[in-house]
């Protein structure tokens, strides 16, 4: 089973998902002896294409050439710690340029630095959750058309008029 907040991969019996902290609403009775979460909702093709986004290393995802398994939520983490620093380095610098070219402008930049940083962080969160949003949606697309591939055709019945 995987989280439904988040889309890791769920150990049996858990309550919670060891990523999120979502709770996971499956009770443990549903966990076989062997480890494995029972879901009737999908068959053995949509989880090997499900698990295929789960399984790949972040190398093996990277060189990908078919694009079934999407690095960006790999590094979707590290970006934001490089974002955060980037912005710590530049209002300090801001911070530091002021005060060396004026007194006055070095305090007033006291002032409006940590506002930048605050923002800039702000920013930088709500755009990179939108790129998160648009790979889960990809993601769930996926399955979704997988789970409907697997699906036997309705039959039609035709009437025959003479």
Do not use: W
């Not at 911070?95 to 930048?116: C, K, Y």
Request: overall charge neutral; charged content about 15%; some cysteine.
């Amino acid at each position: 089973m995987f989280c439904r907040q988040c889309g890791n991969r769920l150990e049996a019996g858990s309550s919670f998902c060891a990523s999120c902290g979502a709770k996971t609403n499956i009770p443990a009775s549903e966990a076989d002896p062997t480890g494995e979460k029972v879901d009737s909702l999908f068959n053995a093709p949509t989880k090997a294409f499900f698990e295929s986004f789960q399984t790949k290393g972040f190398f093996e995802s990277l060189f990908d050439f078919s694009f079934t398994s999407l690095v960006t939520t790999k590094l979707i983490k590290f970006l934001y710690a490089v974002s955060i620093a980037g912005l710590a380095l530049v209002s300090l610098l801001l911070v530091i340029i002021a005060l060396i070219n004026s007194p006055g402008a070095g305090v007033l930049m006291l002032l409006f630095a940590p506002l930048f940083f605050l923002f800039g962080v702000c920013y930088t969160r709500v755009m990179l959750e939108i790129i998160i949003v648009v790979f889960r949606i990809a993601e769930h697309t996926a399955e979704i058309a997988q789970q409907g591939r697997t699906k036997e055709a309705p039959v039609q019945i035709k009437s025959v008029s003479q």
